[in-house]
């Protein structure tokens, strides 16, 4: 993997995504929405890590800004071997009688619609090269429902499920492979920002391992479906859930 544009990349998952790549000498697209001193931090690691890239700032919800987002990667990598079509939300903690439409709104927009443009536009140019491998961001919450606090959340990654399984058989005739990774409960800041900062430690007992996943043990699985170690899967999700 050469060349990879990592939506979401200033944090989380997505960040640890940016730095393993970064192991293997890659060129990484770090996307990020409004945080430009994490994205900055990001950079520098990648650096550091034995990469190099470039910082793309882009609201993925908005169809113009990743189409442009896109331009400028190609214009300064010349190809794009893989993406991470990663960048998301939970939404507030609520149960679904309660969620805000508004709330409701702004997920579907970035989690649906804007992983669906990142989805298209990387289509479009792995169709011209004839090849390519695209990993979307799903959860295991689309499998078991997210009750009593991310129904909304739950059923955007539904959504991601179909996307990849559809993907997945349209685009292999072209050379393309397309998979996703459903993280379970991983020690990342979206907790927080969803309003339950302590979120991890009470569910950890529902973890069958006994234990919180790593944001880097979701990246090394997403650089092994990138690579050609896994030259023969596409259209599979791929739980990173320690059992739950």
Request: charged share 20%; net charge neutral; proline share 3%.
């Amino acid at each position: 993997m050469k060349t990879i544009l990592i939506t979401g990349a200033s944090q989380g998952i997505g960040r640890a995504t940016a730095i393993e790549a970064a192991k293997t000498k890659a060129f990484v697209g770090i996307n990020y929405n409004t945080n430009l001193s994490a994205a900055e931090s990001c950079l520098e690691e990648v650096k550091s890590a034995g990469g190099d890239g470039i910082i793309l700032q882009c609201d993925v919800a908005d169809h113009v800004a990743v189409k442009a987002m896109f331009n400028t990667f190609i214009e300064k990598a010349k190809t794009l071997d893989g993406v991470f079509n990663n960048a998301g939300m939970t939404g507030p903690i609520s149960p679904i009688q309660d969620l805000d439409p508004k709330d409701l709104k702004l997920l579907i927009d970035t989690n649906v619609m804007g992983a669906f443009y990142v989805a298209q536009e990387s289509a479009k140019i792995m169709i011209k090269q004839k090849y390519g491998v695209i990993v979307n961001m799903s959860s295991i919450a689309a499998d078991i429902g997210g009750a009593g606090e991310f129904i909304h959340y739950a059923m955007s990654k539904g959504a991601i499920h179909s996307l990849t399984y559809g993907m997945a058989k349209e685009l292999g005739k072209h050379g393309i492979r397309v998979n996703a990774v459903a993280p379970g409960l991983i020690d990342t800041e979206i907790h927080a920002k969803a309003g339950d900062a302590s979120r991890v430690d009470r569910l950890m007992p529902s973890v069958p391992l006994g234990r919180i996943g790593g944001a880097e043990e979701v990246a090394q699985t997403v650089m092994w479906l990138l690579g050609k170690e896994s030259s023969y899967v596409s259209g599979s999700i791929v739980p990173v859930s320690g059992g739950r």
